[in-house]
């Protein structure tokens, strides 16, 4: 299988069903002539022509609007937004608008749209550029949430969210764009709402996605199997919606569940795995569900504090030994 990095399989993704299908194209800052802010839509512009790789202002409401109107009346748009950051000044447009224009219509207007692009904490980027958003996409009824944690499954499934009849919010990790992985020769798809096993254990389930998954659990794994503890990791893949019956099935066989997410603890993410398990497997249970998430503060800019404030390996080891009792606990 070829190898190559998570910008190159996304820029595949969309390569491929822009030529597979003349309603999809690309817009958003810097995408064109630029080549993208993180060089993911690299050559785009040369195959396509900017018809269809079309830069904008910094004016995120209104070419998110503009995405949404075209969607409306059967093209495919690609939004891409430089970072997750900026997409809350179109916050309006996607919850208000993109989520609920099916609803509403009665189903007369689909909004088959992706918005991509980074999200979460980079390095000393501060409070306001660093922010782990999943947990406000997925709180809105009639979006989808997907957030990759390598190049075979970001290219897998922003081909099946630009193929998606709905709105999907597709979180790219800023770090990750380098990282490099093997993809399958030739066309494939990976299903929105399948989530995968990426290591078997018996001892312990920790679920993680994006860059937790691979910079953070994936390490406390390793470390944790040198202590003699099994851990079974789970990738979710789609935050919304999440394959449930995967994750319950896990905590089913090992009794413990730690969940490691970047975004904030009040009402994150990990809270609703949380919630979802309690009541699916309370009885399989041997021990309180441990969550490992940002300290609830701002991230700050100073690179210790920031080091400080979110989840790493030792913080989700520390975790597991609550769970297994090892820690007085």
């Known amino acids: 299988m070829p190898t190559v990095s998570f910008r190159e399989a996304l820029n595949q993704a969309m390569d491929e069903e822009m030529a597979r299908d003349e309603r999809v194209f690309l817009m958003g800052e810097e995408v064109a002539y630029y080549q993208g802010a993180y060089k993911v839509s690299q050559g785009l512009l040369q195959k396509y022509g900017d018809r269809r790789i079309v830069d904008t202002p910094i004016a995120e409401e209104g070419f998110v609007g503009i995405g949404i109107g075209a969607a409306m009346v059967g093209l495919r748009p690609i939004i891409e937004v430089m970072t997750f950051n900026f997409s809350l000044v179109a916050y309006d447009q996607i919850v208000n608008h993109a989520a609920k224009m099916y609803s509403m219509s009665g189903g007369h207007y689909y909004v088959p749209m992706v918005i991509r692009g980074p999200g979460g904490a980079a ?18 009824p009639g979006l989808k949430v997907v957030m990759p944690s390598n190049p075979k499954d970001g290219k897998g499934l922003l081909k099946s969210a630009i193929r998606d009849e709905n709105p999907v919010i597709f979180i790219e990790s800023e770090m990750m764009y380098g990282d490099k992985g093997e993809i399958p020769e030739g066309e494939y798809t990976i299903p929105i709402g399948v989530g995968e096993i990426k290591r078997e254990g018996t001892d312990v389930t920790i679920v993680a996605w994006s860059k937790m998954l691979t910079r953070v659990a994936g390490k406390a794994v390793e470390e944790l199997a040198g202590m003699g503890i099994s851990a079974e990791l789970i990738d979710p893949r789609t935050i919304r919606p999440m394959d449930w019956d995967l994750i ?22 990990g809270a609703q795995i949380s919630h979802e398990v309690m009541q699916r497997a309370f009885d399989y249970l041997d021990a309180p569900i441990e969550r490992v998430t940002q300290e609830d503060v701002p991230l700050p800019y100073a690179h210790n504090l920031e080091v400080a404030s979110l989840p790493s390996v030792e913080k989700v080891v520390k975790a597991v030994k609550n769970v297994m009792y090892q820690n007085g606990k």
Request: proline share 2%; hydrophobic share 45%; glycine share 4%.
């Open 123 to 140: 390095h000393m980027l501060a409070a306001t550029h660093s922010q782990s958003l999943e947990s406000l996409y997925a709180h809105i």
């Open 248 to 269: 319950v099935n896990s905590v089913k066989k090992t009794n413990r569940l730690v969940v490691v997410e970047e975004g904030w603890p009040f009402a994150g993410v």
